[in-house]
């Protein structure tokens, strides 16, 4: 009995002791590996009578003269190298373990070629070269993770996004000058992890080993556990694992045979990878339609002219995601409904992107919204240009919005006029918004909508988040210059609490706002404060000169608060000299609550 | 049931088979130099030398010859090499070996012409002999369950050309191994890859 018992215990011991050896040896051992490319092998390339496994690439007598015991002559193959415009690593031809890897996985040479057997008679094999697929990386290296380089201190020191090689896992190990190797993520003999990893890819593990990318850890990509189950990535590809989390790197990026060779990306075009989750299915807002409104940053419209190092002021036009994200860094927007006063420094979603500050600096981190504007809108020489033309033309938008001009909009800093009475509340004089205010998706939700914030696209001309009319003879209505009343009250407005001929103008001449104002600001550099005030900058294919005594002119003058006047031609009307005076407008008639949005 | 007399009969014959095609042995094989005329005739004297009544392991041809030097073998620790390798490359290292037995001609038996061991000194490219057995490293399996089986030896904890393969030909494998090489069994015996 007691022998029958302990029989009992030792064998249900045993038993699933057994069991997980056997899985073990499954797992961990070449053999039935891939790599086991003997005539029992599992994988359809396999040896046709070779019944050996480590033959392939071992012999124990006459190697070649290169640990381990290497049993096949090295490739020949000049390769293609991976470049990239910032990295700081020096990447050369590969060497060592890697040519190693090459010999078969370069699809050059034959793979039944051993040194112990003579060329004349190479082990017969089902393909005699690795058949072209994602195994076959060619000559061309360069769209490729780059090997063949020193991690070391100093590049560690140079790249901030690499950490210093001590802290890098013992599990990766580098070669014998400290160089990055195909061994150094991939052991031939064990396919545990699958793809013969050393450390599991699930969130990234594999890559955040050496890669410590600004902001990673708490990115929504690093952590938002959307379903990506069955997720195309790639023609004939999915990705691996079952959500955005786990898929990490791998979501965007390809290690090997990327289609976007420099950045390793998934796809050749910059913003399909952004846009194949961020089209509805995945990400939360769906991005894609946004871009295919009427007017859009068009990120689709060019491929390839992004660089990350770009010179923001010489570059050739262009807009991407990355322009305004960095995918490693995003996070959701946690102060997302709330606009205006609150928005004018940059907020999770375009957190770590360079920017141009509004003295024309460079920044490598943008730290206001309008500086990642700047990039393009400002002094590059791409920059576009206006629909209006203006008596002062300025398409640099960050010398409109200098906050020492005549006027402007307080975007880059507080402008405290007293002629400002129109403003709803919490806005007032003092108040500063942001380019998105204005510019943006008409139906962010900053804007009472339900979609994304940020000016990705709109139904409105120029971006704008809500309808501006801007042509002459417009019939006025909430409606017509629904973006200005968002901030002015149109009571106000028309009431001629500011400028007494305010209705006079909008309402029974139909001209539109645009017309005497310029939006953005007057930069000082042309204008002065007299002839420039109050955003006041003519359209002149509405407003003509009119003849005086001085010659043609047209000209604002400003006289005082609430008062100036105006020598011009419009509508056919001469004024010359025409002045206006109020005395009407103050502090009580200032702050009305005419609400036109959800989020007043 | 009992087995019938032609089940006994055919295991039998089915076991001398199977016996007869796995008992290998030196005679016949290439290290049968019997018919050779330098060989003096017999299988055992061009390494065995009697000089008493007993064979002994120890050959006494080549006096001069350094038995501790240290073989070329691709790893640091390569210590002196034992007897199961010392014999080996008498003939084997393409150096040394030399007929200096029974007063026979000086030759090179092995050598640049006759593909073998012909590198030994040149490092790399041989596995190595007289090394110690790894012992902690999780590249090899443990010694214990190597020697297990008694097929595959480990003498003085060291692996030595006799570990892989037997000058006998007692098992009748390729390349005189100790045991065959199918799906690789001899390297992963040791090797845990």
């Known amino acids: 009995m007691t022998m029958r018992r302990a029989t009992g215990w030792s064998m249900s011991a045993l038993f699933p002791v057994m069991v997980l050896a056997v899985v073990a040896l499954a797992d961990e051992s070449i053999v039935n590996s891939k790599h086991d490319l003997s005539m029992r092998g599992p994988g359809p390339i396999r040896a046709v009578h070779e019944d050996e496994i480590c033959v392939f690439c071992h012999t124990p007598h006459n190697a070649a003269p290169q640990t381990p015991l290497w049993n096949r002559a090295n490739p020949r193959t000049f390769y293609r190298i991976y470049e990239s415009s910032t990295t700081d690593a020096r990447i050369d031809q590969p060497s060592g373990p890697s040519k190693m890897c090459l010999a078969c996985h370069d699809g050059s040479m034959a793979l039944g070629n051993v040194l112990t057997r003579p060329d004349t008679h190479p082990i017969v094999m089902t393909a005699r070269t690795i058949p072209p697929g994602s195994a076959d990386l060619s000559s061309d290296l360069s769209d490729d993770h780059p090997i063949g380089f020193r991690y070391d201190r100093a590049l560690s020191n140079v790249d901030r996004q690499i950490r210093a090689p001590e802290i890098v896992s013992v599990k990766l190990p580098l070669g014998a000058h400290r160089e990055m190797q195909c061994t150094t993520c991939h052991d031939p003999h064990n396919n545990e992890l699958g793809d013969f990893l050393r450390i599991t890819d699930e969130m990234s593990a594999m890559c955040v080993a050496c890669h410590d990318m600004d902001g990673w850890e708490v990115s929504s990509h690093a952590m938002s556990g959307k379903r990506t189950m069955g997720r195309v990535v790639d023609p004939g590809e999915r990705l691996k694992y079952a959500n955005v989390r786990d898929n990490g790197c791998m979501s965007c990026h390809k290690i090997h045979s990327a289609p976007h060779p420099e950045r390793l990306l998934r796809f050749e075009r910059e913003e399909e990878g952004c846009l194949n989750c961020h089209s509805g299915g995945v990400a939360n807002f769906n991005i894609a339609a946004d871009i295919g409104k009427r007017a859009s940053h068009e990120v689709e419209r060019r491929t390839g002219v992004h660089d990350p190092a770009e010179n923001p002021f010489t570059m050739r036009r262009h807009v991407e995601c990355v322009d305004c994200h960095n995918p490693h860094s995003v996070r959701h927007n946690p102060i997302g409904t709330v606009r205006g006063t609150f928005g004018q420094t940059v907020k999770g979603p375009n957190l770590n992107v360079p920017g141009v500050a509004i003295s024309g600096g460079y920044r490598n981190e943008a730290m206001f919204v309008y500086e990642l504007c700047f990039k393009c809108h400002g002094d590059s020489t791409s920059r576009p240009r206006l629909n209006t033309s203006r008596q002062v033309s300025q398409t640099n938008v960050r010398l409109e919005f200098q906050v020492s001009n005549p006027s402007f909009h307080p975007v880059a800093g507080p402008r405290r006029s007293p002629d400002s009475m129109s403003l709803i509340s919490p806005l007032r004089p003092g108040s500063i918004i942001t380019c998105t205010d204005c510019h943006n998706s008409d139906n962010a939700r900053s804007m009472g909508g339900s979609g994304a914030n940020g000016p990705h696209g709109s139904m409105f001309e120029s971006l704008l988040v809500r309808n501006y009319e801007t042509n002459d003879y417009t019939t006025e209505s909430a409606q017509a210059y629904a973006l200005c009343y968002g901030c002015h009250s149109r009571e106000s407005i028309l009431g001629d609490e500011s400028f007494p001929s305010h209705r006079r103008h909008i309402v029974d001449f139909q001209t539109p706002c645009n017309v005497c104002h310029d939006p953005h600001g007057v930069y000082r550099g042309q204008a002065n404060s007299v002839n420039h005030s109050n955003l006041i900058n003519f359209d002149l294919s509405v407003v003509m000169p009119a003849d005086t005594p001085e010659g043609r002119r047209t000209v604002y003058e400003d006289t005082g608060t609430l008062s100036g006047s105006c020598t011009l031609t419009c509508h056919g009307f001469t004024h010359i000299g025409f002045p206006y005076a109020n005395s009407a407008g103050g502090s009580s008639a200032r702050v009305r609550n005419y609400s036109m949005g959800a989020n007043r | ?193």
Not at chain 2, 9 to 22: K, Q, R
Not at chain 2, 106 to 118: A, K, M, Q, S, Y
Not at chain 2, 132 to 147: F, K, L, N
């Open chain 2, 1 to 193: 049931m009992r087995p019938s007399g032609i089940t006994v009969c055919f295991c039998v014959l089915a076991f001398a088979a199977i016996g007869g095609w796995a008992l290998g042995g030196i005679e016949g094989s290439k290290h049968d130099f019997s018919n050779q005329d330098w060989s003096g005739g017999d299988a055992c004297s061009v390494c065995h030398t009697a000089t008493s009544e007993e064979p002994t392991a120890t050959p006494l041809w080549d006096e001069n010859a350094d038995l501790n030097r240290t073989f070329g073998t691709p790893l640091e620790q390569s210590k002196r090499a034992g007897m199961g390798t010392i014999i080996c490359l008498r003939c084997h290292d393409g150096t040394i070996a030399r007929d200096t037995f029974g007063g026979a001609e000086r030759e090179r038996f092995v050598n640049r012409e006759h593909p073998g061991l012909h590198t030994a000194g040149h490092g790399t490219s041989e596995h190595p002999v007289g090394v110690d057995y790894p012992r902690i490293d999780r590249g090899y399996r443990p010694a214990s369950s190597v020697t297990a089986s008694g097929t595959v030896q480990l003498p003085d904890g060291k692996v030595e050309c006799s570990s892989c393969h037997d000058p006998h030909n007692m098992s009748d494998q390729k390349y005189m191994l100790v045991m065959s090489n199918t799906r690789s069994a001899l390297c992963l015996t040791c090797h845990r890859k």
